[in-house]
């Protein structure tokens, strides 16, 4: 069943320095309920831009973007409010991205915990969860450091876990290891594959690794804004 799916989608920013900048040109994709999809291509290419539009975090100038997260009927991000939206974020996708945008003043506990404190659960509920989603991914023992006191590797598995501590139905993530030695990378790609199966995922990456690629059930290639090649 496709889950999230989005078509003809374009975007152009405009800026006042600079002439209007395209981005996406009519790009088309569907995402089946449990798939693991990586997207890749250069720098430019417009990955960045079409995962933040699928998450409803920017909203695209023509085409649609549609969800079926829960089985019922099909919604488009174009009937979503900005309430909405939010509430999308909150309970039905996840983002990981390249920077792991952790609060430093927070602990790794108190960084996974805020999406359920935002969406209004009680601290106990989310206490709970975190520390639950925390160990899946293999940081009992930090759970009172603070993201300076631990490596690049474990604060890019502190925020995995911030996005799946909502039970997300998709994940999105935009470079997840692109700050990562080798090491951390195989961990994290490891920890994706393993927490995939674990909570029925579906998954798109946005990336340069083949490693992660490599992962993938597919690969989807992106060029000057459009889908330019799709392997299984």
Same mark, same amino acid.
């Given at each position: 069943?496709?889950?999230?799916?989005?078509?003809?989608?374009?975007?152009?920013?405009?800026?006042?320095?600079?002439?209007?900048?395209?981005?996406?040109?009519? $790009?088309?994709?569907?995402?089946? &309920?449990?798939?693991? $999809?990586?997207?890749?291509?250069?720098?430019?290419?417009?990955? *960045?831009?079409?995962?933040?539009?699928?998450?409803?975090?920017?909203?695209?100038?023509?085409?649609?973007? +549609? +969800?079926?997260?829960?089985?019922?009927?099909?919604?488009?991000?174009? *009937?979503?409010?900005?309430?909405?939206?939010?509430?999308?974020?909150? +309970?039905? %996708?996840?983002?990981?991205?390249?920077?792991?945008?952790?609060? #430093?003043?927070?602990?790794?506990?108190?960084?996974?915990?805020?999406?359920?404190?935002?969406?209004?659960?009680?601290?106990?509920?989310?206490?709970?969860?975190? &520390?639950?989603?925390?160990?899946?991914?293999?940081?009992?023992? &930090?759970?009172?450091?603070?993201?300076?006191?631990?490596?690049?590797?474990?604060?890019?598995?502190?925020?995995?876990?911030?996005?799946?501590?909502?039970? #997300?139905?998709?994940?999105?993530?935009?470079? #997840?290891?692109?700050?990562?030695?080798?090491?951390?990378?195989?961990?994290?790609?490891?920890?994706?594959?393993?927490? &995939?199966?674990?909570?029925?995922?579906?998954?798109?990456?946005?990336?340069?690794? #083949?490693?992660?690629?490599?992962?993938?059930?597919?690969?989807?290639?992106?060029?000057?804004?459009? %889908?330019?090649?799709?392997?299984?």
């Amino acid at each position: 069943m496709t889950i999230l799916s989005a078509e003809d989608v374009h975007k152009t920013y405009s800026l006042r320095s600079t002439n209007d900048t395209v981005v996406l040109r009519g $790009v088309s994709l569907s995402l089946q &309920r449990g798939e693991y $999809v990586a997207l890749v291509g250069p720098s430019g290419a417009g990955k *960045s831009t079409f995962l933040h539009i699928l998450g409803g975090l920017d909203t695209p100038d023509r085409g649609e973007v +549609y +969800y079926r997260l829960d089985g019922g009927e099909r919604q488009t991000l174009s *009937s979503l409010n900005e309430s909405d939206r939010v509430r999308l974020r909150s +309970y039905g %996708i996840g983002f990981v991205f390249q920077f792991h945008h952790l609060l #430093p003043e927070f602990s790794a506990l108190e960084n996974v915990m805020m999406p359920l404190l935002l969406r209004g659960e009680r601290r106990t509920v989310a206490e709970r969860q975190a &520390r639950a989603v925390l160990d899946a991914v293999g940081l009992s023992h &930090r759970l009172e450091h603070k993201p300076a006191e631990m490596s690049g590797g474990e604060q890019q598995r502190v925020a995995l876990a911030r996005a799946l501590v909502i039970r #997300p139905k998709v994940l999105l993530a935009d470079e #997840p290891t692109g700050n990562l030695d080798s090491a951390s990378t195989a961990h994290v790609l490891r920890l994706i594959a393993e927490l &995939r199966l674990e909570y029925g995922l579906t998954v798109l990456v946005a990336t340069h690794s #083949p490693d992660v690629a490599g992962c993938a059930d597919r690969i989807v290639t992106m060029q000057d804004g459009r %889908i330019t090649e799709c392997q299984q």
